[in-house]
């Protein structure tokens, strides 16, 4: 079968059904993918088959929209092309391999984009380069230093094993936050629950009865009373402030920088996320280091890996100082940002030629030590996070049962 999915803009991507005869007189009946039908067309007929018929696949009302390219996708495809790379497979064939083979139909529409166009004369990295949605500089440049330095299994293992620390590390910061997030939310719908729908039902019992109920319990229904009265207006408002936080998430960089600086203030979460950034970097820039990137070449790339803005701006700081003339020591300590021992080990790994192996051992003790504040704020936030479940659900029904003990006093 031909393959005749060429990469194009995906709000002008088409896909059309054909009919073509092929070279061997064999009937072929299949899909392609391109800009207009006559684009098609012409692509069908330089591969020296004649088409027979050709329209536009018409689009289903009830078809499911494909699912994102996300990072693990990314991370699975550098493991899977360097391991088919590495048995000897052709990266052609390689590509068609995983493309055809892959889960997610959004990531293998995208893998036989960029085999068509190794296939059309370019190198893998500039392929790659063509999809900067999905592939960072830093992948880029990975792979074209691997292709030059005819060493590209080596690199694409190297990047491989970059994505999928960067990936575990990634999932630990989300679950120190996630998970505090997720349980107070889970206090406040219960807690909203009892006062709207609970707490009621308790207030007419005791007003049937008459009784004197104690103040404790007169404020939380009269907490009632406003939650039945007005809990559309904090409903109301709390999709208001998402909606507004997700549109400046998404467009606004002073927000983001803004969002990144108070993250790292934030107690146990904020030494996450420093630990987390020197993780990044180090592991970051032992990549580029083993591949030969030259290193102001390789901060560039670095910069962006961080993720946080914060460091972003003190390792762009340090390039300038690099090109300036200053060793890359002098720069790290200006910034005040990394900790001394990842300072000397890069000294000691500069004088000793081995800056990559050095700054590999810091990543994987910067991991672990995130792993281990991942495991002490989950065992911290446990016992809290009963505690505030306590003080509210059970406040909440102290405050109904105290009445009680009167009701027979007052029947009485």
């Given at each position: 079968?031909?393959?005749?999915?060429?990469?194009?803009?995906?709000?002008?991507?088409?896909?059309?059904?054909?009919?073509?005869?092929?070279?061997?007189?064999?009937?072929?009946?299949?899909?392609?993918?391109?800009?207009?039908?006559?684009?098609v067309k012409a692509e069908l007929t330089s591969q020296g088959m004649r088409v027979i018929s050709i329209k536009e696949k018409p689009k289903s009302l009830?078809?499911?929209?494909?699912?994102?390219?996300?990072?693990?996708?990314?991370?699975l495809f550098a493991r899977q092309l360097a391991t088919m790379l590495q048995s000897g497979v052709p990266l052609v064939?390689?590509?068609?391999?995983?493309?055809?083979?892959?889960?997610?139909?959004?990531?293998?529409?995208l893998l036989l984009s960029i085999k068509a166009d190794v296939e059309g004369g370019d190198t893998l990295a500039q392929a790659l380069r063509k999809e900067k949605l999905y592939f960072d500089e830093l992948f880029c440049n990975l792979v074209d230093a691997g292709e030059q330095a005819g060493i590209l299994e080596g690199l694409l293992d190297k990047i491989?094993?970059?994505?999928?620390?960067?990936?575990?590390?990634?999932?630990?910061?989300?679950?120190?936050?996630?998970?505090?997030i997720a349980v107070l939310v889970v206090a406040f719908i219960v807690t909203a629950i009892l006062l709207i729908f609970v707490v009621p039902v308790f207030k007419d019992l005791f007003d049937s009865f008459g009784a004197e109920l104690p103040g404790f319990t007169l404020w939380v229904m009269g907490l009632s009373d406003w939650a039945v009265a007005y809990w559309y207006y904090v409903v109301g408002t709390i999709i208001v402030i998402v909606k507004v936080f997700g549109y400046f998430k998404k467009r606004s960089k002073e927000f983001n920088?803004?969002?990144?600086?108070?993250?790292?203030?934030?107690?146990?979460?904020?030494?996450?996320?420093?630990?987390?950034?020197?993780?990044?970097?180090?592991?970051?820039?032992?990549?580029?280091s083993a591949a030969g990137v030259p290193l102001i070449e390789a901060l560039a790339s670095v910069a962006g890996a961080t993720g946080n803005i914060v460091y972003?701006?003190?390792?762009?700081?340090?390039?300038?100082?690099?090109?300036?003339?200053?060793?890359?020591?002098?720069?790290?300590?200006?910034?005040?940002?990394?900790?001394?021992?990842?300072?000397?080990?890069?000294?000691?790994?500069?004088?000793?030629?081995?800056?990559?192996?050095?700054?590999?051992?810091?990543?994987?003790?910067?991991?672990?030590?995130?792993?281990?504040?991942?495991?002490?704020?989950?065992?911290?936030?446990?016992?809290l996070i009963m505690s505030v479940l306590g003080v509210l659900v059970g406040g909440l029904i102290v405050a109904m049962y105290l009445p009680i003990f009167k009701l027979g006093a007052a029947v009485g």
């Open positions: 079968m031909v393959d005749t999915k060429k990469k194009v803009n995906n709000d002008e991507k088409l896909t059309f059904i054909y009919k073509a005869k092929d070279r061997k007189g064999k009937i072929i009946r299949d899909e392609a993918i391109g800009l207009s039908l006559n684009a009830f078809s499911k929209s494909k699912p994102p390219i996300v990072s693990k996708d990314i991370s064939q390689s590509f068609d391999i995983i493309g055809r083979g892959h889960e997610n139909p959004s990531m293998s529409e491989a094993t970059y994505k999928e620390k960067s990936e575990s590390i990634k999932a630990k910061v989300k679950k120190a936050l996630t998970y505090p920088h803004f969002l990144d600086r108070q993250m790292l203030n934030l107690p146990i979460v904020g030494l996450i996320l420093h630990k987390s950034a020197v993780a990044r970097f180090a592991r970051t820039l032992a990549t580029m972003y701006t003190a390792v762009m700081e340090m390039r300038s100082d690099v090109e300036s003339g200053n060793n890359l020591e002098f720069a790290m300590t200006r910034t005040k940002l990394f900790p001394h021992m990842v300072v000397q080990m890069l000294a000691i790994g500069e004088e000793s030629g081995s800056i990559d192996k050095m700054l590999n051992k810091v990543a994987d003790f910067f991991e672990e030590e995130v792993d281990n504040l991942v495991d002490n704020l989950s065992s911290l936030m446990e016992p």
